[in-house]
């Protein structure tokens, strides 16, 4: 069983930034990758990216590359979703994801096991 607890989600202008955090508890988390997701109102929730707690690089949605940066702190068990140049597009509702390891792509929701609360981010123009 894992637990993800997200936080830092808030209002902020248009170019502003923003850094969310993911709290992850249990057992074995090495053996999972970990994914940020976001969900616009009326939307589906859509891939943001994903990095493996075993270490490697984080990979993104080709819209939030060069402005978003995942980070993992392994001894506090925290993913960091820090987030540069927001733009109103950028409104959602940021979920962040624990899938196994063998799941396969991780940019599926379909590859994820374990969903936090989520946490609301709101980007004015």
């Known amino acids: 069983q894992v637990q993800l607890v997200e936080s830092g989600g808030g209002l902020v202008q248009a170019g502003g930034s923003l850094r969310l955090s993911c709290a992850a508890s249990?057992?074995?988390?090495?053996?999972?990758?970990m994914g940020w997701f976001r969900q616009a109102p009326g939307k589906e929730r859509r891939f943001v990216g994903a990095?493996?707690?075993?270490?490697?690089?984080?990979y993104y949605q080709h819209s939030v590359k060069g402005r978003f940066t995942i980070s993992s702190d392994n001894t506090n068990n925290t993913m960091y979703l820090q987030m540069n140049n927001l733009k109103a597009e950028d409104t959602a509702v940021y979920y962040c994801?624990?899938?196994?390891?063998?799941?396969?792509?991780?940019?599926?929701?379909?590859?994820?096991?374990?969903w936090g609360q989520g946490t609301q981010v709101t980007v004015s123009s």
């Open positions: 249990g057992r074995t988390l090495s053996s999972y990758a």
């Open positions: 994801a624990a899938a196994p390891i063998a799941s396969g792509s991780y940019i599926h929701t379909l590859d994820y096991r374990y």
């Open positions: 990095i493996k707690w075993s270490g490697g690089s984080a």
